[in-house]
């Protein structure tokens, strides 16, 4: 069983601190765009699950994980009470949340990945869902809140491609079958490192080929 | 059996009326964004159908309840048919609209909260998916308008808070298994009177804390 | 079996065609949107295959189809690889996009309304689903891109129409029991040949009533 790595107890700590910190980052969101209490809440919330709901979804896993632990809507609901309050704070602190964020990125394109496959997906398909559990809740934060996702954007360091090494290792790590705790940590680690190097070093994926000579650039 | 409160007839009648007027509601926004024809009919359609559909994926009910019943996909047609010739007159009766509007709110709220139950959720992942069929739709609206969903946004008057009372109200009826039609009713009626006054009276929840103050009011 | 009308080969190439066109549309919208590299796969594969996909979680045709034939995902990573270091030359082949994107149209309204009907669902919904397959996928590309879906827009040339067209009679001919070969290639060639037309005399579906009126324009 890929199940279990961790013990249960372990795992689902896990879970909940990434959901936690996902749904800061729904919630800071929603302030900065002025939302009401209310709104606050549902960006957290969608933030912080809306990636497992959309895996479990697709293989078949109903109802999903979140709908059936009440701690899954639990943590957002701290997670934006804490904002609400706080949030000059939060925002101040914005290293930690990005370490954080890191941290449930890593942890979610891991997760993802071993839930996928348990479920009978192949390799391939279940490291595209690992990368969807950990970057689809950001997606549907945004498009929410109306902005253009920040996945997808040039100007921001690389936030995707942690994420798919993450749920690549895991996913080699199954097809090879040396899936346990220790590689499984190593391949959270990985996503978790690349990340804030991304961030530190403002990392970025090219855009379209012609895009970045700089003719084009000043023709723009 | 919760599932059948009021006698089937009735309930599919309440059912359609209610996405009547949600589909009149989509129809409106799209003619106010200059959509054409197809347009009010696919934003009139989703209004009205989108937050069922999401319920039902969720939970499982494959395919869902909207397509298994040509009732659900014929009153979004024939709210758009009446958008499309009379919205100027459409759009002066507002205060109509708004009734029945509520009227639907209230309704969702609760029909989709004794759906997620008898499909064998808590009774708190039910309530959420009362509240998710009630504004669903009209979340989904204004995303495929591209506008800030009007749920989120803190200038507008209380919307989900109704809702979420009246899907509380019948979780609580179903944990305490007091849920019949009478307390069923009530717990419509008070999402549609709390709905009402908040409209008239308009009702606003709070920003985050600090937004608040006049003081950072002027900074902005 | 209404499944398999083209054997299985043509058919599985007929959509990896198809795929690759509205691919292709996608990874386009991500370079005019000054996406990175992986913006542009993000968008490819969206377009691509999110209408089959919604299609089959509203079917219940779990693990979707694009999540167990790596063909689906491999499609649009090379027209994303195309596009990245070709775009220029590929917007200046418009018209041959067109083409492909009206063959991919034809083709999924009418594959769409084949695969609902299979897994049991009546006649005007296994349509809608036809529909939903043909254009579910750009609706979400341009959700992601941030833009007002040019599938509800009055300024554009019809799309949803000729898509509708070809799942209308698609669905017909089951319930006429006349599906085979000829009259699905006759289905999807309509579908096809009224959106090139449409494109040529830029056909455009109306607006509400009264925005026709000249009297109306120069009011706005």
């Known amino acids: 069983m890929v199940h279990e790595l961790f013990s249960p107890g372990v795992q689902h700590v896990l879970d909940l601190v990434g959901i936690f910190v996902f749904a800061i980052s729904g919630a800071l969101l929603a302030v900065r765009k002025n939302f009401d209490v209310f709104g606050i809440v549902v960006l957290a919330e969608v933030t912080a699950i809306g990636g497992g709901v959309l895996r479990d979804l697709v293989i078949g896993a109903v109802p999903p994980a979140a709908f059936q632990d009440l701690g899954y809507f639990g943590m957002p609901l701290l997670a934006s009470l804490l904002v609400f309050f706080l949030h000059p704070h939060v925002e101040r602190i914005n290293w930690g949340i990005a370490l954080f964020d890191a941290a449930g990125l890593g942890l979610f394109c891991a997760t993802g990945t071993i839930k996928a496959y ?103």
Do not use: Q
Not at 138 to 154: F, T, Y
Not at 163 to 176: D, P, Q
Not at 191 to 212: G, H, I, K, S, T
């Open 118 to 220: 348990s479920y009978g997906l192949g390799y391939v398909s279940s490291a595209v869902l690992g990368l969807a559990t950990a970057v689809g809740g950001g997606l549907m934060r945004d498009i929410l809140a109306n902005d253009v996702p920040s996945l997808l954007r040039w100007d921001r360091s690389l936030y995707a491609v942690p994420a798919m090494a993450g749920a690549a290792i895991t996913a080699l790590c199954i097809r090879f079958d040396v899936l346990n705790a220790v590689s499984t940590a190593g391949a959270i680690l990985t996503a978790f490192v690349v990340r804030m190097l991304a961030l530190r070093y403002d990392w970025r994926a090219p855009r379209a080929w012609n895009r970045r000579s700089a003719a084009v650039e000043v023709e723009e």
